[in-house]
Each structure stands twice: as structure tokens, then as C-alpha cells.
């Protein structure tokens, strides 16, 4: 069984950064692809940004680009998102999902189709 735990959440004013992590064992790594996701209050749980096995491919909601990078070390074993430029609106509880992928599969930014997911940290943005 393949566990996710996030960190790196926290209270920043706004246009400041934070540097999310998740460190994932349990399985090989790279075998999974992997995604971020976040939950505001009172909303529902939508996409971030997501990276296929490789780390080769990357997706991102309309509402970061350009803003967020998310990256992975298959090495280490972790999965991160980096976020800059951050909103008020950014406020939420971010979790990190994965799920096994093929190597050549498309990226997968759908909450259902991911089958694995952390406790989530909680990051919070003042204006």
C-alpha cells in the first residue's frame, strides 16, 4: 500500500511563495503518476497541477499557470509544488494524490482518477 504524507503548509501574506512537499513510500516510486489538488472551504475539491511517471509532462489548472510548478524526484521518492505569486484565493487544504499509470499514458487531471491521497496541509493566504 503506497502512503502519501504532505508538508510544507502554512500562512503567507500575499504574493509570497510556499514550497509544498510529499513524500511518498510504501511502492516504486516511479511508478506512479502523480498530482496535487486542493480544497477551499465551503468548494469542491478541484485539480492543480499534475506530472506523468517520467516527469516529462505536466498539467496545470488555468487558475496557477504560471504561477505553480510541480516537480518530482523519483530518487527521493517526493513529489513538490512550488507556488509563487500567491492570491487569497489560493487559500485551501492541498493534497497530493497518485495513482499507477503506464509510462506512456496521458496525464491524468481528474480527482476519480487517482486512487491514493495524503491527509493534506493546510495553506492559508492573507491579503
Known amino acids: 500500500q503506497v502512503q502519501l504524507v504532505e508538508s510544507g503548509g502554512g500562512l503567507v501574506q500575499a504574493g509570497g511563495s510556499l514550497r509544498l512537499s510529499c513524500a511518498v513510500s510504501?511502492?516504486?516510486?516511479?511508478?506512479?503518476?502523480m498530482g496535487w489538488f486542493r480544497q477551499a472551504p465551503g468548494k469542491e475539491r478541484e485539480f492543480v497541477a499534475a506530472v506523468k511517471r517520467s516527469g516529462g509532462s505536466y498539467a496545470y489548472s488555468d487558475s496557477v499557470k504560471g504561477r505553480f510548478t510541480i516537480s518530482r524526484d523519483n530518487a527521493k521518492n517526493t513529489v513538490s509544488l512550488q507556488m509563487n505569486s500567491l492570491k487569497p484565493e489560493d487559500t485551501a487544504v492541498y493534497y497530493c494524490?497518485?495513482?499507477?499509470?503506464?509510462?506512456?499514458?496521458?496525464?491524468?487531471?481528474?480527482?476519480?482518477?487517482?486512487?491514493?491521497w495524503g491527509q493534506g496541509t493546510q495553506v492559508t493566504i492573507s491579503s
Open positions: 494524490a497518485a495513482r499507477t499509470d503506464g509510462w506512456f499514458s496521458p496525464i491524468k487531471i481528474r480527482e476519480y482518477e487517482y486512487a491514493y
Open positions: 510504501g511502492r516504486t516510486f516511479s511508478d506512479y503518476a
